[in-house]
């Protein structure tokens, strides 16, 4: 439900619009998970193979559809957010009604572009090009959904952008699973072509997610008119100028968005090469290697990461109101609560997930040493990413978007340098410890200068990091225990083994952070009151 923007706890926003993005990102990304299981056991003894296949394509779609969506949609939700905040409606929506075509126009290009240059791309890989090319068909969609989303999003209005995540979801995974299953179970046919099938559902799930976001618009278009028409109309914006801001603002987006897929490109074009240099090895095995970390664990990951991005997501429109009121106290409260917010939620996700990564990766790929040792270093990384995703939104917001440029290249920079050695020196560890080298210092430089510069209370965020790593540790030490215990009795190689142990783990580490937090009150000075409630529910006395 769209209102009119208001002075209200930008806290309340913060945890509202997590919760609801969280919700989107969650359920998303469990099911972008889940499908891989009878996925990959219908690709055979491809599955590997096929699984890399996946991930290079999908990094080269990612940078396409970022490039398509040219950073608009946050662009438009933080300027939509900016004239919000002072009561110029009206200004906000010709702004979106003025993307909408832009947005369109980027989509066309940007999918002929893909779709022509396929052969390029795939780097002498033919089974490569026809799954490009499927995925050019979402680019033409894509950027007029994200644009909608980036809409709401500016009203702080987050419930579209979670439920048509979901929708696009379950409309991919659906088409997905079917066209996999017809084409190796049924037919007996080639892998690439149940590939190809698999990555052209990013189209089939876009056109369900602009679906249901063009009927929500239509169901507030009437609130959306009243606020307009209640408007100060005091700021007189020409469409010349508004396209100017949009592209203005849209940029530094593309370019700070791109971020991590860049880190993935920097492994996907390097690793294959540099591992080649240091063991003898079939170009299928290194593949085989390349999806350890690029998909099979980062489709993992990326589940605890999306808690980051859900945070990032609600804080660019909040910070730019804050920022557009010049409230310096609103930005600095603004910044450490999402800041405290991340670490709450991130540090016990990513160590419970490095603690369960032996039975979580016998549940989707089937038991695998190696790529358990992967997916547990990757878990621990995912703090990293996480971390640079929220301050590189919360520089955004606070329209800090050169310094988060130079930040970012400087990371990506030092990724390039350090790739070699940890390649030679780790082997498959090596692209994983050199992104964490690289996000890393990034992500300090941005944490010192929000510091200095916003003034927010660095004490209290550093003694409440403190409380919030030691609880995480406190569950990952009871997690491993109970998983390892199990495992002494209990065979490695089964699934349903691994479900149990999950089932015990997650129960034993819920438990001990739960109860930890609403014992001391961490949570309670954290999320708000609310869990001073549940703390009662619970039984849990302070």
């Known amino acids: 439900m769209l209102k009119k923007n208001q002075q209200g706890d930008s806290h309340d926003s913060l945890i509202r619009g997590s919760a609801w993005m969280t919700f989107g990102s969650i359920f998303s990304r469990i099911l972008g998970a889940i499908y891989i299981i009878p996925w990959y056991a219908w690709m055979g003894d491809h599955g590997n193979v096929a699984n890399a296949l996946t991930a290079k394509s999908y990094n080269i779609y990612s940078l396409f559809l970022i490039i398509s969506t040219a950073g608009i949609p946050g662009a438009v939700a933080k300027q939509v957010a900016r004239y919000n905040a002072v009561n110029e409606y009206g200004v906000g929506k010709r702004l979106f009604k003025n993307g909408l075509g832009l947005m369109a126009l980027l989509g066309v290009v940007s999918a002929a572009l893909m779709y022509f240059l396929a052969p390029v791309l795939a780097a002498g890989d033919a089974r490569q090009v026809p799954v490009l090319q499927s995925l050019a068909v979402a680019v033409l969609i894509i950027p007029v959904m994200s644009l909608m989303r980036g809409f709401f999003q500016g009203y702080n209005d987050m419930a579209p952008s979670a439920i048509s995540q979901f929708v696009e979801q379950f409309a991919r995974v659906v088409w997905m699973l079917l066209t996999a299953f017809f084409i190796m179970k049924i037919q007996k046919g080639n892998y690439v072509d149940a590939v190809t099938q698999s990555n052209l559902a990013a189209a089939i799930g876009a056109a369900f997610g ?74 299928d095995q290194i593949e085989s290697w390349y999806a350890l970390f690029g998909l099979n664990a980062n489709k993992l990951i990326m589940i605890v990461v999306s808690l980051a991005t859900a945070m990032a997501v609600t804080a660019i429109p909040l910070l730019a109101g804050a920022h557009a009121k010049k409230d310096g106290k609103e930005m600095a409260d603004q910044i450490e609560n999402t800041l405290q917010l991340f670490f709450f939620v991130m540090m016990p996700s990513s160590l419970g997930m490095a603690a369960i990564a032996k039975p979580l990766y016998t549940i989707f790929y089937g038991y695998d040493a190696l790529g358990t040792s992967v997916l547990y270093l990757s878990a621990f990384v995912a703090i990293i990413l996480g971390l640079f995703t929220v301050l590189a939104a919360v520089l955004q917001g606070l329209s800090d978007n050169k310094l988060a440029i130079k930040y970012l290249l400087l990371g990506l920079g030092l990724k390039l340098v350090v790739q070699f050695p940890m390649i030679y020196f780790f082997k498959i560890y090596g692209p994983l410890l050199a992104t964490a080298i690289g996000l890393g210092i990034t992500s300090w430089l941005a944490m010192k200068h929000l510091r200095l510069v916003y003034h927010y209370n660095s004490e209290r965020l550093s003694r409440r990091f403190i409380g919030i790593a030691g609880f995480s540790l406190i569950m990952f030490a009871a997690v491993t225990i109970v998983v390892q215990g199990m495992y002494f009795f209990l065979s490695s190689n089964s699934r349903m083994v691994a479900v149990g142990v999950i089932v015990v783990a997650l129960a034993v580490g819920v438990g001990v952070y739960v109860y930890a937090v609403l014992k001391t009150e961490l949570a309670q000075k954290i999320i708000g009151p609310k869990m001073g409630r549940i703390a009662e529910k619970l039984h849990i006395s302070v």
């Open 210 to 283: 602009l679906g249901l976001l063009v009927w929500y618009y239509k169901r507030n278009q009437r609130q959306i008119n009243t606020l307009v028409e209640e408007s100060d109309n005091q700021i007189q914006v020409s469409t010349k100028r508004l396209l100017f801001e949009i592209i203005e603002q849209s940029i530094p987006f593309i370019i700070i968005d791109s971020g991590i897929t860049l880190f993935q490109l920097v492994d996907q074009y390097t690793f294959h090469p540099f591992i080649k240099m240091f063991v003898n090895a079939g170009y």
